[in-house]
């Protein structure tokens, strides 16, 4: 069903909203840019329509929502332990096509990859409905088309800003009576998708054994500083370390936390005895670039990378993934079609 209503209602809906939900959106962030006089584009909470940011891609996607940077998994002392407690209210986030994927691949590894769901993961992840945003053009390192992931019907409500004017395509019958209340029945507004984008990459449907052993991963030795710019800003990377804290007035009592690792950093394949595996930058980005668009696909059915862009746009040494991509092609191929 279509609504519209002025800014100011729309206004009046989130505070009504933000009663019983946390809203996230893409937000300004004056003077956090990478450098001291850039700014930020990022996830946070919102309250007023004017905080969001339609028309610039955020550097980092939405997933630290539902999967936090640093996660308290429980706390302990001599005798017991305990969960931390969770916020009950239900959680908005206003977001693009290609991060709608992005979620679908986070289910894929927190909640069906296994006999057992992930349960903080879950815990989050169920309270979360999506309100999308449009996509009229595509940003300059998208590749979205490529990855079939341009387009999606799974969202709850469509909001378009014109002006003063908010325009809704309300698909949930969870919020039929707010939008009822505060705003008028109009046509459903429909969501523009990006049709086509400036970088195209082409995905092997197989991949060929001599790409493991290929010269083509030698340049990334030289290239890639193991950063974990990519793994940070990617909508998709979901590895993550556990570490235990120690509290000083009490060495006995503590807390359990999960981190964001990556495995393009240094000491992610690291064991005990101080082995480890893939030493080199050229062998990380090979299994990073496999798993995004091969091992992911034969396990799921569908590729891990949803072409989002945001690795080429973070990466200091100008690494293009699309490139990678397409080079992965060419060889499996023996040169394409």
């Keep these: 069903m279509g609504f519209q209503m002025a800014k100011d209602e729309f206004n009046l809906l989130l505070k009504k909203l ?4 946390r809203i996230f959106a893409p937000k300004l962030y004056k003077g956090a840019g990478k450098f001291s006089d850039t700014d930020l584009v990022a996830y946070g909470e ?8 339609f028309d610039t891609k955020t550097s980092f996607s939405a997933k630290e929502i539902v999967f936090p940077i640093n996660q308290t998994m429980f706390y302990f002392t001599e005798e017991e332990y305990r969960e931390p407690a969770i916020d009950e209210r239900g959680i908005i986030i206003f977001l693009r096509a290609c991060d709608i994927h992005a979620f679908k691949r986070l289910d894929a590894i927190f909640l ?5 769901k992930d349960n903080y993961y879950e815990k989050l992840r169920k ?3 999506f309100f999308l945003m449009e996509c009229a053009e595509s940003f300059s390192s998208c590749f979205c088309v490529s990855m079939n992931t341009n387009r999606t019907e799974e969202y709850s409500v469509f909001v378009r800003k014109e002006n003063d004017t908010v325009f809704c395509q309300v698909k ?3 919020f039929l009576s707010v939008f009822n209340h505060y705003g008028m029945t109009c046509k459903d507004p429909v969501p523009d998708f990006v049709s086509d984008n400036t970088i195209q990459v082409k995905i092997p449907s197989d991949i060929s054994e001599k790409l493991y052993n290929s010269s083509m991963w030698d340049e990334y030795n030289q290239r890639c500083i193991a950063c ?14 556990v570490q235990d804290i120690f509290y000083r007035d009490n060495p006995a009592s503590g807390e359990r936390q999960r981190v964001w690792a990556g495995c393009l950093i240094d000491g992610f394949t690291e064991m005990a005895g101080g082995h ?3 030493q080199s930058k050229g062998d990380r980005m090979r299994f990073k670039a496999m798993h995004k668009i091969y091992d992911f696909r034969r396990r799921f059915g569908f590729d891990m990378c949803v072409g989002c862009g945001r690795c080429d746009d973070v990466c200091p040494e100008y690494i293009s993934f699309p490139g990678i991509i397409n080079k992965v092609y060419e060889t ?3 040169g394409g079609e």
Aim: negative net charge; charged residues 25%; proline residues 5%.
């Design 112 to 116: 069906e990859n296994g006999p057992y």
């Design 46 to 53: 919102i309250n007023y329509i004017d905080d969001i940011i």
């Design 172 to 174: 949930d019958n969870d």
């Design 18 to 21: 933000g009663k019983s939900n």
């Design 228 to 241: 974990g710019r990519c793994n940070i800003s990617c909508p998709t990377c979901s590895c993550f370390t």
């Design 276 to 278: 480890g595996f893939r």
């Design 127 to 129: 309270k979360v409905k």
């Design 332 to 334: 499996s191929t023996e």
